[in-house]
């Protein structure tokens, strides 16, 4: 008699990666809500995307990073090549992205050498870190967890145009936030399809789930110290 499948390892492997980010989505929904609806949103929604652009800046690098090492495992291991595949593929797609995001800020009053010159937060930091981290020392399909995340929730056109009324700023400042609404569930539906086509051991899934929550609960504290940081300006 054939046996039903253990609770924990029913359904794709993608499925059990979104359950996994379903369960710290709610805290960064929360954190978002915040920002996104801040009083003083003028001032919060431009440091919203200072704080972005030191994320996005490091997604190239980071993917150019998980393709070489793929690359280098490839010949032994089938995960190593479907990933280093999907990131070859994909990777041109988010180049200059943090480009674009600084002709966006200037457009809203933010000088690029400002920016440039800002360091960022330990939070920021430890979210790229942690991503080396695990490319360099476990596995590259980490990448594929924190990129689970990162284009799990993009931005409604109803979000931007409410953003555009409320800030006052030029609709072309927007340009960016934009793409990603438009772009992000197509590379989310692709990102599914890969992870389901990958022969993923129960380590591997560990360690999608690991960095895809880590990656949350980084991205949810970096948005709180937008927050706190407006507070204690005043």
């Not at 499948?5 to 978002?32: M, Y």
């Not at 690359?71 to 990131?87: E, F």
Request: glycine share 6%.
């Amino acid at each position: 008699m054939m046996q039903a499948a253990k609770p924990e390892r029913a359904g794709t492997a993608s499925l059990r990666l979104r359950r996994k980010i379903e369960l710290v989505t709610p805290q960064f929904a929360l954190a978002s809500q915040r920002v996104l609806t801040h009083s003083r949103i003028t001032e919060v929604f431009p440091q919203y995307l200072v704080r972005m652009y030191s994320i996005i800046r490091t997604t190239v690098p980071l993917m150019e990073l998980a393709i070489g090492r793929a690359q280098a495992m490839a010949h032994a291991d089938p995960v190593a090549k479907g990933v280093a595949g999907y990131l070859t593929r994909h990777v041109e797609e988010e180049r200059h992205h943090d480009d674009w995001l600084l002709d966006d800020l200037e457009l809203m009053g933010l000088g690029r050498e400002a920016i440039l010159a800002q360091i960022p937060s330990s939070t920021i930091a430890s979210l790229a870190g942690s991503q080396y981290y695990w490319i360099l020392y476990c596995h590259p399909v980490a990448l594929l967890g924190y990129l689970a995340f990162m284009e799990g929730s993009p931005p409604t056109q109803a979000l931007v145009e409410s953003l555009i009324q409320r800030t006052g700023f030029p609709r072309e400042a927007f340009r960016t936030i934009a793409l990603h609404g438009d772009l992000d569930p197509g590379h989310r539906d692709e990102l599914d399809q890969t992870i389901d086509s990958l022969p993923l051991s129960r380590n591997h899934e560990v360690l999608l789930g690991l960095a895809a929550i880590s990656t949350a609960d980084l991205l949810t504290r970096s948005l709180d110290e937008v927050v706190e940081d407006i507070s204690e300006a005043v």
